[in-house]
C-alpha cells in the first residue's frame, strides 16, 4: 500500500495567516490526490481533488498544487471557519489511503 | 437534497456480526461508485471498500479482506456493508460516501453522518 506522510502534524495559527500543509507519498501518484477538512464530531469535507481542482461552493483562499509524491494545501488566509484537521487521500492505487491528518488550531 | 443516511451500528461482541446500511437520495444512486470510511475514537480517517456502481467491481482495505462485504442494491439506493468476524481494531464510526469520478480521479463529495461501531466484550 502506498504509504501517506503530512507535515507538520499539527500547527496554531491566527486569522490572517497563510498555512502551508504538506503530503508526501511513498510513490509516485502523479496527481491523484484529495484534500478533506474535518471538524470535530462531523464527518469530513472534500476541498480539493485531482490535486488542484477546487470543489464546488468551497472558498478560493483554499488551494493545492504538486504532483508525484510531493503536494501542497494552502490556507491563504486563514479565517476562524477554518480551524479543524485536514487529510490528504491518494486515489491512485488500491487500497486508497489518508495520511495521518494536519490539526489546525487557534494561536 | 443531496444525502446519504448511515444506520446498523452498534454494541457487538469480538467474533460477532453487523451489517451497515446507507440510504442515498437526491441523486442518481445508479451512477456513482459508493465507498465506505471509518475512524477509530481519537483517529485518523482509514478508507475501508469501494463498489462500483453495478456492483461488478469491489475493493478493499487488507484488513477486511475476507470479513466485510460491500454490496449494493439499486433498486432501494442503498449501500450496505456486511461486518463479520469483528474485531476490538473494527470499533469506529463508520461513514459512507459519494465516490464521483472524474477521469481517472475519485471524489468522495458526498458523506453521511456516519454511524458508531463499538466491538467489546
Known amino acids: 500500500a502506498i504509504q501517506m506522510t503530512q507535515s507538520p502534524s499539527s500547527l496554531s495559527a491566527s486569522v490572517g495567516d497563510r498555512v502551508i500543509i504538506i503530503c508526501r507519498t511513498s510513490?509516485?501518484?502523479?496527481?491523484?490526490l484529495g484534500w478533506f477538512q474535518q471538524k470535530p464530531g462531523k464527518a469530513p469535507k472534500v476541498l480539493i481533488s485531482?490535486?488542484?481542482t477546487l470543489q464546488s461552493g468551497v472558498p478560493s483562499r483554499f488551494s493545492g498544487s504538486g504532483s508525484g509524491s510531493e503536494f501542497t494545501l494552502t490556507i491563504s488566509s486563514l479565517q476562524p471557519d477554518d480551524f479543524a484537521t485536514y487529510y490528504c487521500?491518494?486515489?491512485?492505487?488500491?487500497?486508497?489511503?489518508f495520511g495521518p491528518g494536519t490539526k489546525v488550531d487557534i494561536k | 437534497e443531496v444525502q446519504l443516511v448511515e444506520s446498523g451500528g452498534g454494541l457487538v461482541q469480538p467474533g460477532g456480526s453487523l451489517r451497515l446500511s446507507c440510504a442515498a437520495s437526491?441523486?442518481?444512486?445508479?451512477?456513482?461508485?459508493m465507498t465506505w470510511v471509518r475512524q477509530a475514537p481519537g483517529k485518523g480517517l482509514e478508507w475501508v471498500a469501494n463498489?462500483?456502481?453495478?456492483?461488478?467491481?469491489?475493493y478493499y482495505v487488507d484488513s477486511v479482506k475476507g470479513r466485510f462485504t460491500i454490496s449494493i442494491e439499486n433498486a432501494r439506493n442503498s449501500l450496505y456493508l456486511q461486518m463479520n468476524s469483528l474485531r476490538t481494531e473494527d470499533t469506529a464510526v463508520y461513514y459512507c460516501?459519494?465516490?464521483?469520478?472524474?477521469?481517472?480521479?475519485?471524489?468522495?463529495?458526498?458523506w453521511g453522518q456516519g454511524t458508531m461501531v463499538t466491538v467489546s466484550s
Open positions: 485531482a490535486a488542484t
Open positions: 487521500l491518494q486515489d491512485y492505487s488500491y487500497p486508497f489511503t
Open positions: 463498489i462500483k456502481e453495478d456492483g461488478s467491481a469491489k
Open positions: 460516501a459519494r465516490d464521483t469520478r472524474s477521469g481517472s480521479h475519485d471524489v468522495f463529495d458526498i
Open positions: 510513490q509516485d501518484i502523479r496527481s491523484d
Open positions: 437526491g441523486f442518481n444512486f445508479n451512477n456513482h461508485w
